[in-house]
Structure formats: structure tokens, C-alpha cells
């Protein structure tokens, strides 16, 4: 189940998410060097006939020449829009687009969405199998029943590569992995129970099959339908497909179907499932309300109703989601992986088993972090493990290829499945993870967050985005006008947005005190604090910030980073024995570098750099990856010579005597620290592998630098990121996004950035 939980945000907003920039949310970028007429000799003409030729020859290398075997297609025709309906094959797109991004953004799998305009299962058909040589993989989408289940089965015997419907099989193989931690908690065998399935869609089915596949007998399933139970000579309302699920029962309603039945599984309809019907269950029932967006019934009206059940939805917003994401992309990628022929059932199952077994060990630091530091530890409230676990990338797929292998199916055999593994960790960058966990941490734990520049459009974009993502609460500072921009905006409940204003603000008073007490020996008379209260929004906010009426402070929009600090520094002081300084985050596909100091320092002395390294390998630590720090120069190791090396290399022998630890080294140069193969020109050099934390020499290298590959580089960029200040403040950049300012906000409020 896709999570479509109370996210909420304007229709401009969703408009403008996808309009922005190059329309749509996905792009093809060549994978070889394409700058000069040999590489496009190669690309193309002449040299493209050689592996023309090795294809014709052995099909088989097709995989070895060409991006098929990363390659997997979404194809529907718009008869099943998420929860919207029968909208067309073109309105589909976005959905489309999107389900190719989060195959690229978990797995690593290149995707390209397809439309195809026809509500002919057999037209439809016969379009997606003549694409078989081009794609490795097909996942159905958004198609309804009963079609769906013509369609999936006549691809599945035609087609020689995997073909899922997801909105059947994820969300039954997700439920499956809950489902089996709900027997082990209650001591249930899965061969004994009772259950009773309350919808008889695609979803509904597939997860009955699934489950009877793991071993629940047939003649213990009960499915219903909006004319009640499924029976055996039942004529109402069936097809070849409820009649495979038909049993001899007595039951006619799901309220008589509930009596003593141990698992209750929905994906049916708000309020489907009442109270009181879940009375008579067997005891420590286990409760899988799995429509969407609203459940058959809540979690707390479950408990009130019987407190021992074990209760899942498909909501991020309850215990146990029930998401498709934990699943499709890892099983494709594991299917790919093998060139596998087919997804079949002990593929499934074996995916349902390594989900399963993923939430019963230790969760990793970097997720409880996410979440507050709250335990995520196997129990009744975690039975299903965190949709942005970073693990999951490495135990799923594994678990799937091997599956693949022992079943038949696999094209090709993984002989080193230790070796598999670490480079599935190596697919994709921790850094997406961490920021992927601090948005659902900042989701777990809200925090008060001042937006001080509110009367600016972007910022009030991103304090809409940080309230309505569930983020936290903003807390904006601004004058009159504010709230009649928000309504324009199209917040509907503008009233409920807290701002601050120096002219009508109770707490202006007690400012200006506070300020005058801090500043009155350092050339300010009264006169000029009242004005700085009454007049500069970055006092103003970083005076509420210090009296703790707020949790972290955003701003640098409408004034330079230089000038803006400048305003916060006669506020807030550096936290007590550390440096300040500035982060710029670069973000690949599976490489991150931070780069420090590149805001604040103008030439740091070596003890400074020495701390500048420490912090940054921590935020490095907290952001996922293992700190390689570089000390940057134009020298290397002393050649060429020069007049500026000294601090680098005290900076160097301070870490010695400290003992860190981590790996560092300098002074180099950046060629020396980033690219292995020129590293192996210095076999002495204490890193194991690329830097990915580099301690730059001085500000001016670093600012310009850090704005240079913002500009040009082809990373995503995080920040500047602020660390060192005795309250969480972040300022951002003139240029920066909506967006961006709601990363560092989540980042400022989460503690990764402090």
C-alpha cells in the first residue's frame, strides 16, 4: 500500500513541484562520455555495429552491451489511478514517472514510464509483450480487476523476463512479511490459523494466494465481498477468480466470518471493520486494515475494542505501515540482478521472509536516530520494518536472486553472494537514506523551527512545506500582510499560522532587556537594541530562538550569508569550545562529499582546522558514511613547495595527538584525494579510498569552490550547513529553493546539522 496519509499541500504547489525546471520528474542521462567525435563514433556509428553483431550472434549479450538488464518498464493504461479512478492512459503519467523514480531512488533500477492508450486486455497485451527485447523487467500498474489479472497472467506465459503487478503482488508480499512476524510474536503456526480476508480486488487476492502459499490451508480463508462471504455456490456477484477462493462455510456476513478467526486482513473501505465485530476473535488477534487512505478501522478504535490485538494499516502516521516500497524495487533488483525469467511464488516469499526477518534484528543507529532515539525495537508496534531502513537494499535482493537460483528461474548464477551484497551496498548513496529518515524523524518528533524571513514568497513556501509535510511547526516572523499572502497561497486555515510581529509582540519588551544586558559594553546604547528589536527580523528570530520560544532558526534568504551571520552573532555565541564554520553537502548517486570550511573562517589556524575536521567527520558519521578526511593544498606532500603548508600540517599532527577515529591525511591536493589512481602514486598515504570529507585551506578556496560546483557541478548540494553555534540556526543562501530551505530546517531541527 503506497502511503497516502495527511501529507497535504496546495494543487499550486503540485503544479509547481512538477512544472519547475524541465517538466516532469525524470530524465536520460548518458552513462559514457559523449564529448568527442571518437566517443561518438563509439556511441553510435561505426562502432555501434560491433555489438550489433555480438547480439545477433548470442541474444545473451544483450545484458553485457546494452542497459536492458537494469532496465525495467511501468507501463499502464490509467483504468485504476491510484484511488482516483478510471482517468486514461495519458492523465497516468505522473503516477508513472513517479513509480520510475522511487525504483531509482531504493534500487539503483533505470526505469521509463509507458502509457498505453487502450482498455483492451488483449490490445494492451500484445503491446507490452513486443517489448520484451528492450526492458529486463515489466511492472503492471494502476490497471483494474478483473483485468489486471487477464493481463499479468498472458504477459507472465508470453513474456521470457519478470512481469509484477505491483498493486497485487507488493502490497500481499509486504503483508505476508508482517504476517509472519504477527504468528511468531503470538506463537501462532501459520498451517493452524484462521483468517478471514474482507475485500476480493487485486490486492485481496493476491495476498490470499500468497498466503496460502506460505502454507495457510485453503479451507482456512475466508474472503468477502461487498455482498458478504464468498461461499461455495454463491452465484452473486462471482468470477472465475472469487470462485477460486470459495469455501463451504456457514458464514454470510464478515461479522459471522470473524468469529474466532485469528488474522483479519483489509483492503477493502473506510470503516469496513467495526469494533464490535472484532470482539469475538480468537485471542491476540492480529488486525491488518490495509485500505487506503483511510483504514477499516484505526488503531486506537482496534485497541479500545480489544487490547491485545496486533494492528497494521497501510498510514505512515500508525505503527506497522503496510507499504510497497519496502518491497518492489528490491525484488526487481534482485531479479535483474540474475536475469531472471519470471517472478514467482518462492521469489515472493523469500522477499516476504528477508522483510520479515529484517524487523526482528537491531535497528541501525542512523534509523532510531531518524525517529527521535525512540527504540524501534521487534515487537507489537514493529513488526514490519521502516520504509527507509538502508538495509533493505542489501537483505531483499539477496534474498530474492537466491530464490531465483534455487527455484530455476535465474538466467545467470551469483557465485560470491557475499561479494553481491557489499556491492548492493555500494549501489547507493547512505546519504539519501539519512536524509530520507531525518524528514520521517522530523515527522516523529516536530519541532518549532523560526522561518525569520516570512514575508519573502520562497520563504513562505517552505514554511508551508515544513508545516503541511508534518514536519514541525513554523513559527514566522513578519508584519502585517503575512497571513493575507498565505491565504493567496492557498492556505486554507491561515489563522493557524504562528507569527510573530516586533510591533504587536508581548515578548518585545523582555528582547530588548535581553539584548541591551548582552551588547551595552560593546557600543550599543539602549536606543540601538530597541531599533535592532523593532527593526531586523534576524535579531528578532534569533532572540526568540535564544529564549527558547523555538527549536532552530532558518534565514539568509533577503541578505547576504556574511551579513545575515554577522546579525546572529550579536545574538548567539559559538557553542561552548567549538569553532563555527559552514558545510556544503555534494550529493551524487552514490558518492557524497563534504567540503568545510566554506563560509565563515577566512584563514583558520591549524588548531581550527584541526577542529573543523573533527566536527565535519561527524556530521559525516550522522549523515551515514565512514569520514575520509582530506586536508587540501595545492601542494602535495610538499610538492610544489610553499609558504602556506605549515597550518596543514600542524593540523595534521594535532589530529596525531588527539587520536581520532578516523582516517585523515594531508596536505594533497584534490586530485591526489578524490581519484584512486592517482593516490596510488603515495603508497604511504593513510586513506583506504577517496576522501569524502575535504578540510579546505582557506575561505576564499572554499567559497568559491563550494558556489563553482553549485553552479556547475552536476551534485545535488546541501547547504552551507552551519555547525558550531550554541543553538541550532542554519543560514541559507540567497538563491536557495523551498525546498532546500525545508531540508535544512528538517536537518537544523533533527540535530544533524549543529
Not at 3 to 24: I, K, V, Y
Not at 223 to 252: L, P
Not at 333 to 343: N, P, Y
Request: proline residues 5%.
Amino acid at each position: 500500500m503506497a502511503d497516502e496519509s495527511h501529507t497535504q499541500f496546495s494543487e499550486r504547489e503540485a503544479l509547481l513541484f512538477h512544472s519547475f525546471g524541465r517538466p516532469g520528474k525524470i530524465e536520460i542521462v548518458a552513462s559514457k562520455p559523449m564529448a568527442t567525435q571518437r566517443d561518438l563514433s563509439l556511441a553510435y556509428s561505426p562502432g555501434v555495429a560491433v555489438p550489433v553483431k555480438a547480439i545477433a550472434d548470442d541474444p545473451a549479450t544483450a545484458y553485457d552491451y546494452t542497459a536492458k538488464g537494469n532496465l525495467v518498464a511501468v507501463i499502464s493504461n490509467g483504468t485504476a489511478i491510484l484511488g482516483m479512478g478510471n482517468l486514461g492512459a495519458l492523465a497516468s503519467k505522473p503516477v508513472m514517472e513517479g513509480k520510475a523514480v522511487l525504483f531509482k531512488r531504493f534500487a539503483d533500477v533505470d526505469s521509463i514510464d509507458i502509457e498505453v492508450a487502450t482498455e483492451d486486455p488483449q490490445a494492451f497485451i500484445d503491446a507490452v509483450a513486443l517489448l520484451e527485447p528492450t526492458f529486463g523487467g515489466i511492472n503492471l500498474e494502476d490497471i483494474k480487476a478483473p483485468e489486471c489479472f487477464i493481463i499479468e497472467a498472458a504477459l507472465k506465459e508470453r513474456m521470457n523476463i519478470p512481469v509484477m503487478h505491483d498493486d497485487q503482488h507488493g502490497t500481499a508480499i509486504i503483508c505476508a512479511a508482517g504476517l509472519i512476524n504477527a504468528l511468531y510474536l503470538t506463537g501462532r503456526d501459520i498451517k493452524s490459523i484462521k483468517v478471514v480476508v474482507n475485500g476480493a480486488g487485486a490486492a485481496a487476492i493476491a495476498c490470499t494466494e500468497l498466503i496460502k502459499a506460505m502454507g495457510v490451508p485453503a479451507d482456512q480463508v475466508i474472503m468477502c465481498d461487498r455482498s458478504g462471504v464468498i461461499y461455495q455456490g454463491r452465484a452473486e456477484g462471482m468470477d472465475q477468480w472469487k470462485s477460486a477462493h470459495a469455501v463451504k462455510t456457514d458464514a454470510r456476513t464478515l461479522t459471522d466470518a470473524l468469529i474466532g478467526a485469528d488474522v483479519f486482513l483489509g483492503l477493502s473501505a473506510k470503516d469496513a471493520l467495526k469494533p464490535e465485530m472484532i470482539k469475538d476473535m480468537a485471542a491476540q488477534p492480529i488486525i491488518f486494515a490495509m485500505a487506503n487512505p483511510d483504514p477499516e478501522i484505526t488503531p486506537p478504535a482496534a485497541k479500545a475494542a480489544r487490547p491485545d490485538a496486533i494492528i497494521a494499516t497501510g498510514r505512515s502516521d500508525y505503527p506497522n505501515q503496510v507499504n510497497n516500497v519496502l518491497g518492489f524495487p528490491f525484488i526487481f533488483r534482485g531479479a535483474l540482478d540474475v536475469r531472471a525469467t519470471a517472478i514467482n511464488e518462492e521469489m515472493k516469499i523469500a522477499a516476504a521472509q528477508a522483510i520479515a526477518s529484517l524487523a526482528r534484528e537491531q535497528v541501525p543507529e542512523e534509523v532510531a536516530l531518524a525517529y527521535g532515539g525512540r527504540s524501534h525495537s521487534f515487537g507489537t508496534d514493529y513488526i514490519i520494518p521502516a520504509p527507509f531502513d538502508p538495509r533493505l537494499m542489501e537483505v531483499v535482493p539477496a534474498a530474492v536472486a537466491q530464490a531465483a537460483m534455487a527455484s530455476g528461474v535465474a538466467g545467470r548464477a551469483i557465485e560470491d553472494m557475499a561479494a553481491y551484497r557489499q556491492s548492493l551496498r555500494a549501489r547507493l548513496n547512505p546519504t539519501t537514506s539519512v536524509l530520507t529518515l531525518a524528514y520521517e524523524g522530523a515527522k516523529a518528533e516536530p519541532k518549532r523551527v523560526v522561518f525569520a524571513e516570512a514575508e519573502d514568497e520562497v520563504v513562505m513556501r517552505a514554511a508551508i512545506q515544513f508545516r503541511e509535510g508534518g514536519y514541525g511547526i513554523p513559527v514566522l516572523v513578519g508584519r502585517e500582510g503575512v497571513r493575507d499572502r498565505l491565504r493567496e497561497m492557498g492556505v486554507r486555515d491561515a489563522d493557524e499560522f504562528e507569527i510573530h510581529n516586533s510591533v504587536n509582540s508581548p515578548l518585545t519588551e523582555s528582547m530588548i532587556d535581553m539584548l541591551y544586558e548582552r551588547l551595552q559594553r560593546r557600543g550599543y546604547l539602549r536606543r540601538d537594541c530597541e531599533r535592532l528589536v523593532n527593526r531586523d527580523r534576524n535579531i528578532f528570530g534569533a532572540l526568540l530562538l535564544k529564549m527558547g520560544e523555538a527549536d532552530a532558526l532558518i534565514t539568509g534568504v533577503t541578505r547576504t550569508y556574511a551579513q545575515t551571520l554577522r546579525d546572529l552573532r550579536l545574538v548567539l555565541d559559538p557553542a561552548a569550545g567549538r569553532t563555527p564554520f559552514g558545510i556544503h553537502v555534494l550529493v551524487g548517486q552514490s558518492h557524497t562529499v563534504f567540503m568545510a570550511d566554506t563560509t565563515v573562517n577566512e584563514r583558520p589556524s591549524a588548531s581550527e582546522l584541526a577542529d573543523i575536521a573533527i566536527e565535519t567527520a561527524a556530521v559525516a558519521r550522522r549523515m551515514g558514511h565512514e569520514p575520509r578526511v582530506a586536508f587540501l593544498s595545492y601542494s602535495t606532500f610538499g610538492n610544489p613547495s610553499g609558504n602556506w603548508l605549515e597550518g596543514i600540517r600542524e593540523a595534521v599532527a594535532l589530529l596525531d595527538e588527539r587520536g581520532v577515529d578516523f582516517e585523515y591525511e594531508g596536505e594533497m591536493a584534490p586530485d591526489v584525494a578524490l581519484n584512486p589512481k592517482v593516490m596510488k602514486n603515495y603508497p604511504f598515504a593513510r586513506l583506504s579510498g577517496p576522501a569524502n570529507v575535504l578540510v579546505m585551506p582557506g575561505l576564499q578556496s572554499a567559497n568559491l569552490s563550494a558556489k563553482l560546483l553549485r553552479e556547475l557541478g552536476g551534485d545535488s548540494v546541501i547547504g552551507p550547513m552551519l555547525i558550531g553555534m550554541e543553538k541550532p540556526v542554519q543560514v541559507a543562501t540567497m538563491a536557495s529553493t523551498a525546498s532546500e530551505l525545508v531540508t535544512l530546517a528538517v536537518l537544523a531541527a533533527g540535530g544533524i546539522a549543529r
